[in-house]
């Protein structure tokens, strides 16, 4: 089975980057062309991963691109409750999808482990985590041949 990894925007690209043994796409263009011409890379695949960070620009081109592709594992990350504008819409882009996992920053971030940390930092090993239990759960999708039995965060 041939697996693809799409990271959209910053966020989505950041987690994408740091996820080893698999082709890695990155989206900060999200224009008709650009879109377009994912779709058609990703059409090559067996199984595709999407990521993004809610609350921008990102998480818009991941629906649109997921609504076009039908074996799919979607994860998404909800920005801290301080960015009120991102949560805000970050609320409607999860309306516009069924099935994803999430992580919410903010429950990262009530851990005390993460306080002296700059939020560079944070956000960086953050990313290390999501992309380790995205790396984990494509070994197990390889492995079972079955997306179900993804555990869910």
Aim: charged share 25%; no cysteine; proline share 1%.
């Amino acid at each position: 089975m041939r697996v693809a990894v799409a990271g959209f925007g910053d966020a989505g690209s950041s987690i994408a980057k740091k996820i080893r043994n698999f082709d890695v796409y990155t989206v900060l263009s999200y224009d008709f062309n650009s879109i377009n011409n994912l779709l058609r890379d990703l059409s090559e695949y067996d199984f595709i991963i999407l990521i993004a960070g809610l609350g921008g620009n990102g998480a818009n081109a991941l629906i649109e691109v997921s609504h076009k592709i039908k074996n799919k594992m979607i994860y998404l990350v909800k920005p801290l409750s301080v960015e009120k504008t991102r949560v805000e819409k970050a609320k409607k882009q999860i309306n516009s999808l069924e099935k994803f996992i999430l992580f919410e920053l903010d429950k990262f971030a009530s851990d005390e482990k993460y306080w002296k940390m700059t939020i560079h930092d944070f956000l960086d090993t953050i990313d290390n985590l999501i992309a380790k239990k995205i790396e984990s759960d494509i070994l197990n999708l390889l492995t079972n041949n079955n997306s179900d039995n993804i555990q869910k965060s």
